[in-house]
Every structure is written in C-alpha cells, then in structure tokens.
C-alpha cells in the first residue's frame, strides 16, 4: 500500500500503519483503495484511531451500486463539510458524482400540510431516478394509487405513504413493507 501527498511519498506501510499515518492527518483528504471491501475496511480502521485520538471520523463513500448505495453517496455529498475526509475504491474515480448545489436542486421535500400537485411529485420523482412499481418493496420505487403515493427514499428504512387532499399533503407516514401497515406519523421529509 502506497501513500501519495503532494509534499512528499511514503512506501510499503504494513497494517493497519496506513490508517494510523491518515488519522493523524489535520487537513482534508480523499484515501482511495482498490475496491469497496478494503475502502470499507480502511475508513474503519482510521476511525478507530481517530476516536482515540478524539478527532472526527472520516466518511465512506460506496460504490454506486443500486438504489440503498445511490442513496447512502447522495446523503455522505449532501451532508459533508470542506473540513471533512473520506474513504472510497478506485472505481468511484470513473463514477459520476453529484455536487451539492445539484443535490439541493433535486431535494423533494414532503411536508404535512404543504401543497404539491400529485403530477408534480411524481415528475420529480422520475426526473431523480425513482421507479413506478405496482406496490413498493425496494429503495428508490414509488407507487401512486389515486390520492396515495407510496414512496421508499434511497436515503431511508422503511418507505412513506403520502396521503392528498386535492393537493394538500393531508398526512405523511412511515410504513412496514411487510405489513403494509403505518409505523409512524412525519411532518415532514426530505427525499434526496
């Protein structure tokens, strides 16, 4: 494993000696490995380090890989700090990334109460990259039944029902996909 800086190169660190020389870092850093496994192993053995050294963590970002790993990306760049580092595989060098005036130009927002036309949250929906499906069993599908929109963000565990009132958000509720039954009562959500 083979550490590059602009100011100067380290060769051959051993272990986990790599994740000690980067939790010790102070500026901002992007550390990249081979795949996604050892990126992930990496960026925990960093933050191991990093709580003893009481210093904050440093953020994984996954490969691009379905609905859940799209969502994960779109919340680790809507939510990072300038002073924040991060961990990936070599393979997100070649994958698109949003930057965050875009992801906050997409950001749908649901709230008990507001006014959205139905046709209007569905063209969102479809323009971020969410899919119609008859019932909704996976992140990233939504189902519009009359004045219920079913919707699973990539960014959450468990999916919303969306309930209108001609264009008012009448109630907004988290759901258990198994059960098809209500969990909790939202006021209000973001689907990034």
Not at 117 to 131: A, C, D, H, N
Not at 146 to 160: H, K, Q
Not at 163 to 179: A, I, L, P
Request: net charge negative; hydrophobic share 40%; proline share 2%.
């Amino acid at each position: 494993q083979n550490l590059i800086s602009a100011d100067n190169r380290i060769y051959n660190l051993k272990g986990s000696s790599a994740a000690l020389l980067l939790a010790l870092e102070q500026r901002p850093f992007v550390a990249l490995e081979k795949d996604e496994a050892k990126a992930e192993e990496l960026q925990k053995d960093i933050n191991f380090y990093r709580k003893l050294l009481s210093e904050d963590s440093v953020l994984f970002l996954p490969d691009a890989n379905g609905a859940a790993a799209l969502g994960a990306r779109v919340n680790i760049i809507h939510s990072m700090k300038d002073s924040d580092s991060i961990v990936t595989s070599l393979k997100n060098l070649s994958s698109t990334l949003w930057d965050k005036d875009s992801i906050e130009e997409s950001i749908i927002s649901i709230k008990k109460g507001s006014f959205l036309s139905r046709q209007q949250l569905e063209e969102s929906l479809v323009r971020t990259g969410y899919r119609n499906a008859a019932m909704v069993a996976e992140k990233g599908e939504y189902s519009r039944r009359g004045w219920i929109f079913d919707i699973f963000p990539s960014t959450a565990e468990n999916p919303l029902r969306i309930e209108f009132f001609g264009d008012e958000t009448e109630s907004v509720k988290m759901f258990d996909v198994e059960t098809q039954r209500s969990a909790a009562d939202i006021e209000e959500f973001l689907i990034l």
